[in-house]
Structure formats: C-alpha cells, structure tokens
C-alpha cells in the first residue's frame, strides 16, 4: 500500500521544547516538502528537498529543521526558535524534479503551550 | 512570494446545483495549477490539474479551466453531492507551488 506517512496524528508539547515530525514516503519519489497550515490560511512552504542530503528552506523556514538521510524520509524539527509552532503541519512529496503534483500525508497537528 | 487569491472563501450549493471557485495569480510564469480537496482532518487531495497549454479540462463531474491572458482559473463541479463538501485549494506553479487560502464548500442535501 504506497503513500506517505506522518506521524504522530496528534502532538502536544511544552513551550521550549524541540519536537520532531516524521514523514515517511513509499512511492519512490525524489523531492520531499514540508508545509505549514494555520486556519484561514493556504499552505506555506517551511523546507524542501529535491535530492537525498540536500534541502532548501521555503518562504517561512526560521524556527525549523530537516534532515535528508535516506529518500524515503524528510523529518521536521520544530524548535524553541519557533515563536507560533502551534499548526497543522503537512509533508508533501513529488515525482519530478520541481514541485508538479505533489502527494501529501495525512498531517499532524502539533499543539505547544 | 507571488500570491494567489481564491474566491469565495466560503460557498454553499444545493445538491445537484454546480459550484464554481476562482484563483487568480500573479506570476506570468505560472504553467501549472492544481486543484486539491481537503477533509476535514487529512492532507489536500489532488483532485484535478491543468498545464499552461491547455485552456480546460475535465474529469467526470470536475473541470477546470485557465485564461492566462487575465491570469485566473476556476474549478467547476457540476451535480454536487454532500460529499463533495470539503475545502478546496488551487495553486499555481512556477518555481515554487503557491497556494490559495481556500474555499469551503458545504453541499446541503
């Protein structure tokens, strides 16, 4: 069963902490991406991959990190740094090079305070 | 980042009647717009996508057409049903995908 995979569904953390998003995709695609989506808001682009052990950071990257080890995967960390962390946060992957029909996860909908 | 806007935010249809959403975007070297639907809960959903050398396309009870003279494109759902309800994104592509705040759509049975 191919698709793309977020874990957790849900997250709650305390102010201060790091926390880090899985993203896992089967589908043997190359570029990877992470999105943000706060209500009334369409989606913005937090970091992006094109390739294994290469990424670029997106319209809103400040606060975050990521990681390319493998292809299958593109983890987020939210961290301290990140003053409204508090979102919906959507991974996001794609066949080609560039950003053409993207497939997302699930989603997981992190809740600091 | 270039923007796109989406109207309406919100639309409600009875079933069987159609709806439209329009975006309009300001990158003249956008030549990609997909249309995604989101339930409540999930990951946006690929629904249907038009290319810059295409002026319309369909898909069953779905079609979207482009102008890209004046810059906009709409997504058409004909015979609506409930479970089309759902909110629903367009976006525009050139070098990075840009996204639309989105219309939530309610079919009322």
């Not at chain 2, 329009?22 to 996508?49: M, R």
Request: proline residues 5%.
């Amino acid at each position: 069963d191919g698709g793309i995979t977020q874990s957790p569904k849900y997250l709650f953390r305390k102010e201060g902490q790091n926390v880090t998003l899985s993203c896992e995709q089967n589908l043997n695609h190359d570029a990877m991406y992470w999105y943000r989506q706060d209500p009334g808001q369409g989606l913005r682009l937090i970091y992006y991959s094109q390739i294994v052990n290469d990424f670029q950071k997106g319209d809103i990257a400040e606060g975050y990190s990521v990681s390319r080890e493998k292809k299958e995967s593109f983890p987020l960390t939210v961290t301290s740094a990140q003053k409204n962390p508090t979102a919906f946060y959507l991974c996001a992957s794609s066949p080609r090079d560039g950003p053409y029909e993207q497939y997302f996860g699930p989603g997981t909908r992190l809740t600091v305070t | 980042g270039e923007n796109v806007e989406q109207h309406p935010s919100t639309l409600s249809v009875q079933e069987g009647d159609s709806a439209v959403i329009k975006c309009t975007y300001s990158d003249s070297a956008s030549n990609y717009f997909p249309w995604y639907k989101q339930e409540l809960g999930k990951g946006p959903q690929l629904i249907i996508d038009i290319r810059s050398n295409v002026g319309e396309k369909k898909d069953q009870r779905i079609a979207v057409t482009l102008n890209k003279t004046a810059k906009h494109f709409s997504l058409h759902i004909t015979e609506t049903q409930p479970e089309d309800s759902a909110v629903y994104f367009c976006a525009s592509i050139d070098r990075d995908m840009r996204f639309g705040a989105g219309t939530r759509l309610t079919v009322k049975p």
